[in-house]
């Protein structure tokens, strides 16, 4: 019988090729894929073994200059497409990814270990729809006419004034691997639709998914040049990116500290920045909740995905009264998470993306013991490779621990409990982080006036973590700036232009 930490065989033909032996992978400049000029290459593995599935490129200086002259270039044409020829390409492509989903999904676990059914029924669904939703908001970006107040125009005249909006030229858009095909079609998506041509880097982890729809979108029309893909490290390829000078605007997700040192670099040219960053997302239950929803509600907010989300709901606060039975389902909830290889279709919970953040999510844990709290479920590193991390449940914990205040981006819960409203509402907003909350309340009255008190881009009640391409998410304080998703997410490619006019 198969361990479920071990792969089982994957159904596409590209998926087997990668288990079978190392597949290389080049750089997308220009419509054509192409080796780095430095020939450095970096593995990519399977978190769930430590095999290596892949060599990709690490890009160089030279790769970088070359994709950012190829989007330069490609830019004017593709701007002045008109807008409906451009939705046609975003429409294909959305139709692509739809056609080849069950090949995306696999080789997203196999790259970054998720659970097979996360890419299949939740992330690459969202991706297609993505592209859909601005492939339609493309041919609705409009302008305004403005009425003026001025005073001095020569007699007999008029003053006529309107805004434009136009794309701001070539984007860097540089993405994590928690969630690597949807999080860059929540950047690719808008940018093409505003007019824009990109260059994307993945990350150095999970650049597989990336590379494949840089070959649907070729497969889908978009012209040479568009696209470009720039595989390789944070700290060369990513931060050339961000300094760069033919750059117009970085797009980022990714955590803080890189967010920080993207503003730093792109200051040179003073580039457009966006930043969608990193969380520690209160989730509220309340003494009115229905328990039957929130329970597994609040687990899932945490354990979808193994954690590595965002949004993750990482903090729980408990109302007094129900503290116990929901500490109890909670835990009830982290035991029944089967682990296992993403690919096998029983497995719940897959691998974290690689030994080196394991390692960091248990090192969390094991302070956390260390500081007085109690682990009422998970706590452990399994596996031959040491990647699976137990869902894990940690209470007795207090507001000032490295547990309630910084991201951990893994499985790990740290409950608390409450007994006043307006008490728990100054605990949640204790952070330094404003991406996402929950309140979990059957009360109406409780759910609009307090997700008007919770500091957070977004605020689910009686859900977490749901997404949808028509939905705005990002961040307030260090969560960022900026909007993916949503009518919001155009803004972030378009300038304004104002025309005015005596006429
Ligand atoms: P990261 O910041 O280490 O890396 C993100 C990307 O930036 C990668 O492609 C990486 O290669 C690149 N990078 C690293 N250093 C760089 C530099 N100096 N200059 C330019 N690029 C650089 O983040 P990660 O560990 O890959 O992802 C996890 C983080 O992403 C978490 O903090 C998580 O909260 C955040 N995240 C945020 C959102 C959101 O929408 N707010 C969504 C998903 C993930």
Known sequence: MTDILEAVRP??????????????????????????????????????????????????????DAAVAAARRAFNGWASLVPGQRAAILWRIADLIEANIDELAELETLDQGKALYVGRWAEIPGAVA??????????????????????????????????????????????????????????????????????????????????????????????????????????????????????????????????RAILDASKGNLKRVTLELGGKSPVIVLDDADLDLAIPGVANAIFFNGGQVCVAGSRAYVHASIYDKVLEGLAAQANSIQLGHGLNPGSHMGPLVSLKQAERVEGFVQRARAGGASIVAGGER????????????????????????????????????????????????????????????????????????????????????????????????????????????????LEWKTVCAVV
Request: proline share 5%; charged share 15%; net charge negative.
């Open 11 to 64: 159904a596409s033909a590209r998926a087997q090729a990668l288990l079978a032996s190392p597949q290389t992978f080049g750089l997308l400049i220009d419509g054509q894929w192409i080796q780095g000029k430095a020939g450095s290459t970096l593995p990519s593995l399977d978190p769930a073994t430590g095999q290596v599935l892949a060599n990709i490129v690490d890009a160089g200086p030279q790769d970088v």
């Open 130 to 259: 993505q592209f859909r939703y601005f492939a339609g908001q493309a041919m609705a970006i409009e302008g305004r006419t403005i009425t003026t107040s001025v005073m001095y125009q020569p007699a007999g005249k008029e003053v006529s004034a309107w805004t434009l909006r136009e794309p701001v030229g070539v984007v860097a858009a540089i993405v994590p691997w928690n969630s690597p095909l949807v999080l860059t079609a929540m950047k690719l998506a808008p940018a093409l639709a505003a007019g824009c041509t990109v260059v994307l880097k993945p990350a150095e982890d999970t650049s597989l998914t990336a590379l494949r729809l840089g070959e649907l979108m070729q497969e889908a029309g978009l012209p040479p040049g568009v696209l470009n893909i720039v595989t390789g490290r944070g700290a060369t390829c990513g931060s050339m990116l961000a300094a760069h000078k033919g750059v117009d605007k970085v797009a980022f997700t990714g955590s803080t500290a890189t967010g």
């Open 382 to 493: 399994l596996g031959a490779y040491g990647t699976f991390m137990t869902p894990t449940v940690v209470a007795e914990v207090k507001p000032s621990m490295e547990i309630v205040r910084e991201e951990v981006f893994g499985p790990v819960l740290a409950v608390q409990r409450f007994d006043d409203v307006n008490d728990v509402i100054a605990q949640a907003n204790d952070s330094d982080y404003g991406l996402a909350a929950s309140l979990w309340t059957t009360s109406l009255s409780h759910a609009h006036r307090l997700s008007r008190r919770i500091q957070a881009g977004t605020v689910w009640i009686n859900t977490h973590s749901m997404y949808d391409c028509s939905l705005p998410i990002g961040g307030v304080k260090q969560s960022g700036y900026g909007r993916d998703s949503g009518l919001a997410a155009l803004d972030n490619y």
